[in-house]
């Protein structure tokens, strides 16, 4: 199994709070990812990262930021969150952007 | 708008028949597919992945077939057990972006 852990596992707090997710591999992965899913939806990219200080928007980025300082770390900053937030989070990694992800234990946030 | 689709929410198959998770999209562009297996409260795990230039992939008792002029991919397990009992999930992506987009996934029982 690819060496992908998650930050809290799970975690509630209250709408307006600032929640910061993390994500830490030890396998030197260049990529890393952020999806959410819910149902219905499968697994829907938040942001990605494609080395250390670079990021790139997914297709639901909105009222979420990201940093990468480190190859192994990749932070998820919900700046104020919303009940619409509320969901499971995946950290996902990536030898190569071709290359199959492999995925982290994920993180339930529930947004009261 | 869906541009993968996995039309069968949920599929039963006895054990030792074949298992079949069909999967559709609506971008040309697509080039790379994925198939991930979920079980609850765990990570997807990669499955097999086929890219446009092949119209077959088998690893074990996973094979996936891509038709891309009908724009569909097929998982096929044989034979199946219980241990394969989970949501399966397609993923595709084009060349340009790499950004995969996933299906809604199909949940898979295997009766014993």
């Known amino acids: 199994d690819a060496g992908i852990t998650q930050s809290p596992r799970h975690k509630v707090t209250e709408t307006g709070t600032p929640v910061t997710l993390r994500c830490h591999q030890t396998?030197?992965?260049?990529?890393m990812y952020w999806y959410r899913q819910d149902p219905g939806h499968g697994l829907r990219l938040i942001h990605y990262?494609?080395?250390?200080?670079?990021?790139d928007k997914g297709e639901v980025s909105d009222g979420y930021s990201v940093s990468r300082s480190k190859t192994e770390d990749f932070l998820l900053t919900l700046e104020s969150a919303t009940s619409s937030q509320t969901s499971v989070y995946f950290c996902?990694?990536?030898?190569?952007?071709?290359?199959?992800?492999?995925f982290g234990p994920g993180t339930r946030l529930t947004v009261t | 708008d869906q541009q993968v689709k996995q039309n069968s929410p949920s599929l039963s198959v006895q054990e030792g028949r074949i298992s079949i998770l069909n999967c559709d999209y609506t971008?040309?562009?697509?080039?790379?597919f994925l198939w991930y297996k979920k079980y609850p409260a765990e990570g997807p795990t990669f499955l097999i992945s086929?890219?446009?230039?092949?119209d077959k992939n088998e690893d074990g008792r996973f094979t996936v077939f891509l038709n891309k002029s009908a724009k569909h991919l097929s998982l096929h397990i044989v034979p199946s057990q219980p241990g394969d009992s989970a949501v399966y999930f397609c993923a595709a992506s084009d060349s340009g972006t790499y950004k995969y987009i996933f299906g809604t996934g199909t949940r898979l029982k295997v009766l014993a």
């Open positions: 086929i890219s446009s230039i092949k």
């Open positions: 971008n040309s562009m697509f080039d790379y």
């Open positions: 990262s494609y080395g250390v200080k670079d990021t």
């Open positions: 396998e030197n992965h260049r990529y």
């Open positions: 996902a990694i990536s030898e190569s952007a071709e290359y199959e992800q492999y």
